[in-house]
């Protein structure tokens, strides 16, 4: 399984890229998972519906499947701030990539997603994790770089990147432990 995660500050368009590569993932034949980090409390579930009451009734896990998705839900006691690599082994085994959103401080090799009008600082000139900057505004870099810098309003040239690096995001566990 090969691994990236998608770094920047937010209303940098990370979302709208990880959206626009999963179909172009897919088109070339590719199983792909997202693991995506929330800096806020938020729910997937619904008051009412029996996951939801088997949760409020203090279940620590709930599982639910049907023959066409499953889904795991973990309350934790006491704030648990869940490490990116926790959350890749927790995905199925066939993935050919998967795509991180968020973990900006993560020791994952990362795209960093910068855009001038956000007016938010870039994190490639200080984080050695950043193999590449995905960005709509390449002459207004705040600091020279010899990354590559990539049409962040391209997403299949990002995914040639990506595909051209190949080895380069292959994702071994044992590296992280």
Not at 53 to 65: I, L, P, Q
Not at 76 to 102: C, K, M, N, P, R
Request: aromatic share 10%.
């Amino acid at each position: 399984m090969k691994v990236v995660g998608f770094a920047g500050f937010s209303g940098s368009g990370k979302t709208t890229l990880v959206e626009r590569l999963i179909p172009a993932l897919r088109r070339r034949g590719l199983r792909v998972s997202v693991v995506k980090h929330a800096h806020h409390r938020f729910d997937i579930d619904h008051p009412g519906k029996d996951t939801y009451r088997h949760r409020e009734a203090g279940a620590f896990e709930v599982v639910v499947a049907s023959p066409h998705r499953l889904a795991l839900m973990r309350e934790f006691e006491v704030a648990h701030q869940t490490s990116v690599h926790e959350l890749i082994a927790e995905l199925y085994d066939g993935v050919d990539w998967v795509l991180v959103e968020g973990y900006r401080d993560s020791d994952l090799l990362k795209i960093e997603v910068w855009r001038a009008q956000a007016g938010k600082p870039a994190c490639y000139p200080v984080d050695d994790f950043i193999t590449a900057v995905a960005t709509d505004s390449p002459a207004e870099l705040p600091a020279p770089t010899g990354l590559p810098v990539l049409d962040l309003n391209n997403p299949e040239a990002v995914l040639d990147w990506l595909l051209a690096q190949g080895e380069r995001f292959d994702y071994n566990p044992e590296n992280y432990a």
